[in-house]
């Protein structure tokens, strides 16, 4: 059986290394993703019920048709919570396959055996796939 050269050794490791990286760089632009999503559902909906408040302060019947489409500007709001299982779903796979890689490829670190993050418990947090009113799953 041939030897094998060091270099042929050195090459998977620079390839689990790379691959690595990118996993760390997908999860941490899931989490810059999940805090802008969140600092934008926040602010609109602080806006929409501004407006509401600002609609029944008038009091007038005519109202009615804006205050029935600001309200269904909030439901389709909730978006955001969806989006922020998805995304912290994701994340936690990708740092699993990130840790679960350095594992095997790089063996335990100086200081003992790596911690690796666990997988998800489920496989898609979100059955969901469109907005009606009342239809909203939270978790």
């Known amino acids: 059986m041939p030897h094998a050269e060091p270099q042929d050794?050195?090459?998977?490791l620079l390839l689990a290394a790379d691959l690595q990286d990118h996993?760390?760089?997908?999860?941490?632009?899931?989490e810059r993703l999940q805090r802008l999503l969140a600092d934008t559902c926040d602010t609109l909906m602080a806006r929409f019920h501004g407006a509401l408040g600002q609609i029944d302060a008038?009091?007038?019947?005519?109202?009615?048709?804006?205050?029935?489409?600001l309200a269904e500007a909030v439901t389709a709001l909730q978006f955001q919570d969806l989006a922020s299982q998805l995304i912290a779903h994701t994340h936690q796979r990708l740092r699993n396959c990130a840790d679960?890689?350095?594992h095997d490829a790089f063996g335990p670190d100086?200081?003992?055996?790596?911690?690796i993050a666990p997988p998800p418990l489920r496989p898609n947090p979100v059955t969901?796939?469109?907005?009606?009113?009342g239809s909203v799953e939270l978790f």
């Open 9 to 12: 050794a050195a090459l998977p």
């Open 128 to 133: 969901q796939d469109e907005m009606d009113a």
């Open 23 to 30: 996993l760390m760089v997908a999860g941490h632009d899931l």
């Open 110 to 115: 100086a200081e003992g055996e790596a911690v």
């Open 58 to 69: 008038a009091g007038t019947d005519r109202l009615d048709g804006a205050r029935s489409q």
């Open 100 to 102: 679960l890689l350095a």
